[in-house]
T-cell receptor, first 115, second 111 residues
Framework: DVKVTQSSRYLVKRTGEKVFLECVQDMDHENMFWYRQDPGLGLRLIYFSYDVKMKEKGDIPEGYSVSREKKERFSLILESASTNQTSMYLC??????????????FGAGTRLSVL | KQEVTQIPAALSVPEGENLVLNCSFTDSAIYNLQWFRQDPGKGLTSLLLIQSSQREQTSGRLNASLDKSSGRSTLYIAASQPGDSATYLCAVYHSGNQFYFGTGTSLTVIP
């Protein structure tokens, strides 16, 4: 079974702190994604990466950055956390080149509260 | 840009009922459509994948259909149980390695 592991289930941080959210997958997937999920807004893509050291902005990249130094690990960084970044953050991974058979696998999520 | 809509946003049914959840999308040029289940405070669990060339997929009491030309998919749940209570999301896989999600239907099955 594919396993996508997010390092923290719950995080509480203060405004202005630098925050790191870590995600690791064990299936050698090329693509990794970071989403945030808010009530009524659904999942919104922050960033995705299709290879090591490669990244693409999603729909809402402002206030975030990412790092992918190794294939299995994709980190989301909040440079200076703000209260409007309080949300559920979900990491996902998928293969490349599977076309119609491509499936996204999700981690358990990190609930971040910024006070 | 692809837009995915799920109606209704919330649904309550008595245990044992059969029910249908709806998903619609604006751009029919998709590779596949995936249905997920999400329990409160948890991540997404994949339920069914329908490839663009397929019309339906079944897993146990779940049956998902896809009509790509009209931009619609349905998830049919037979003989609902309280354990089916969760939020159900659909997502379409589009070009550029991107997935587009609906906002989900929150299902409550009343014992």
């Amino acid at each position: 079974d594919v396993k996508v592991t997010q390092s923290s289930r719950y995080l509480v941080k203060r405004t202005g702190e630098k925050v790191f959210l870590e995600c690791v997958q064990d299936m050698d997937h090329e693509n990794m994604f970071w989403y945030r999920q808010d009530p009524g807004l659904g999942l919104r893509l922050i960033y995705f990466s299709y290879d090591v050291k490669m990244k693409e902005k999603g729909d809402i990249p402002e206030g975030y950055s990412v790092s992918r130094e190794k294939k299995e690990r994709f980190s989301l960084i909040l440079e200076s956390a703000s209260t409007n970044q309080t949300s559920m953050y979900l990491c996902a991974s998928s293969l490349t080149g599977r076309g119609a058979k491509n499936i996204q696998y999700f981690g358990a999520g990190t609930r971040l509260s910024v006070l | 840009k692809q837009e995915v809509t799920q109606i209704p946003a919330a649904l309550s049914v008595p245990e044992g009922e059969n029910l249908v959840l709806n998903c619609s999308f604006t751009d029919s040029a998709i590779y596949n459509l995936q249905w997920f289940r999400q329990d409160p405070g948890k991540g997404l669990t994949s339920l069914l994948l329908i490839q663009s060339s397929q019309r339906e997929q079944t897993s146990g009491r779940l049956n998902a259909s896809l009509d790509k030309s009209s931009g619609r998919s349905t998830l049919y749940i037979a003989a609902s149980q309280p354990g089916d209570s969760a939020t159900y999301l659909c997502a379409v896989y589009h070009s550029g390695n991107q997935f587009y999600f609906g906002t989900g239907t929150s299902l409550t099955v009343i014992p």
